[in-house]
């Protein structure tokens, strides 16, 4: 019959498809894998990330916590996190990670100049990803988070097909041009099926430290629309605050330099 004929077909496909995909493999001593991913680079994704590993470790109580800068153009977490240095080899020839408030941080900025641009094609970074992945001593791990870089291709396919993930956390702003991109990533998530834990709300307001007069720079309530259109819970709220940039510049997180304030 016609119908048997098109379930062939789609078997068929769906064969043809998978062949070539890497089979997942967990990472040595790691439970959980945590992605952070934003479709739009600049919404505030490696600071938020910088907040949940130092929320698992302070707040939830979790032992060890591991942060993967995996965004190998434009590495940030060293700064962030105020680390500095080369990674030194174990007898395996396994990077050790290097660790800064209880935890241990990789990140392609630690075996580059600070200031040296990565100047290389498709294949040269996927081979530094899985350098990333693979070949570091993480230890023993509650949670891994990984710090995507922006955008939907190969780095986030290659994380996706190679290792189990728990699940993403999609950070945007309240703008409708970065919710656009947004949407795109919590889509792709969902077609490699990873789990999206929900979305993040970046920059959401302003508030003028001398008359305390709140301004919404970048809209209202746009990822909110964006979690009940997706079916999404939001995960948190974080305003647009001079202490939070400035406490990441200088590699001392808010979390851990003002942890009373309302940041």
Same mark, same amino acid.
């Given at each position: 019959?016609?119908?048997?004929?098109?379930?062939?077909? *789609?078997?068929?496909?769906? *064969?043809? $498809?998978?062949?070539?995909?890497? /089979?997942?493999?967990?990472?040595?001593?790691?439970?959980?894998?945590?992605?952070? !991913?934003?479709?739009?680079?600049?919404?505030?994704?490696?600071?938020?990330?910088?907040?949940?590993?130092?929320?698992?470790?302070?707040?939830?109580?979790?032992?060890?916590?591991?942060?993967?800068? !995996?965004?190998?153009?434009?590495?940030?977490?060293?700064? &962030? &996190?105020?680390?500095?240095?080369?990674?030194?080899?174990?007898?395996?020839?396994?990077?050790?990670?290097?660790?800064?408030?209880?935890? !241990?941080?990789?990140? &392609?900025?630690?075996?580059?100049?600070?200031?040296?641009?990565?100047?290389? =094609?498709?294949?040269?970074?996927?081979?530094?990803?899985?350098?990333?992945?693979?070949?570091?001593?993480?230890? @023993?791990?509650?949670?891994?988070?990984?710090?995507?870089?922006?955008?939907?291709?190969?780095?986030?396919?290659?994380?996706?097909?190679?290792?189990?993930?728990?699940?993403?956390?999609?950070?945007?702003?309240?703008?409708?041009?970065?919710?656009?991109?947004? =949407?795109? !990533?919590?889509?792709?998530? *969902?077609?490699?099926?990873?789990?999206?834990?929900? $979305?993040?709300?970046?920059?959401?307001?302003? @508030?003028?430290?001398?008359? /305390?007069?709140?301004?919404?720079?970048?809209?209202?309530?746009?990822? =909110?629309?964006?979690? /009940?259109?997706?079916?999404?819970?939001?995960?948190?709220?974080?305003? $647009?605050?001079?202490?939070? =940039?400035?406490?990441?510049?200088?590699?001392?997180?808010?979390?851990?330099?003002?942890?009373?304030?309302?940041?």
């Amino acid at each position: 019959s016609s119908g048997s004929r098109d379930e062939a077909l *789609r078997d068929k496909r769906a *064969r043809i $498809l998978s062949r070539g995909l890497p /089979k997942q493999k967990p990472i040595e001593g790691v439970k959980q894998v945590v992605v952070l !991913a934003s479709g739009k680079g600049g919404v505030g994704k490696s600071t938020t990330a910088g907040k949940t590993v130092l929320v698992f470790i302070f707040i939830l109580h979790t032992k060890e916590v591991g942060l993967l800068d !995996a965004d190998i153009y434009g590495p940030s977490i060293p700064k &962030m &996190m105020n680390l500095k240095g080369n990674p030194e080899l174990t007898l395996k020839n396994l990077m050790r990670p290097l660790k800064n408030y209880g935890i !241990a941080c990789m990140s &392609m900025g630690f075996l580059i100049e600070e200031t040296a641009p990565v100047v290389w =094609r498709g294949l040269m970074v996927m081979s530094a990803v899985e350098k990333l992945l693979r070949q570091v001593d993480w230890g @023993q791990l509650d949670y891994l988070v990984i710090d995507m870089p922006p955008g939907t291709g190969d780095v986030q396919l290659s994380v996706s097909q190679n290792i189990p993930i728990t699940g993403a956390v999609i950070i945007s702003t309240p703008q409708d041009v970065a919710l656009l991109d947004a =949407r795109k !990533a919590a889509e792709m998530f *969902r077609k490699v099926h990873v789990p999206v834990l929900g $979305l993040v709300q970046n920059m959401s307001v302003f @508030q003028c430290p001398k008359c /305390k007069h709140e301004t919404h720079i970048f809209g209202a309530d746009g990822v =909110r629309d964006l979690a /009940k259109t997706l079916g999404l819970d939001i995960l948190g709220d974080i305003p $647009l605050h001079v202490n939070i =940039r400035e406490t990441c510049d200088s590699g001392q997180p808010v979390v851990i330099s003002q942890p009373q304030s309302d940041a």
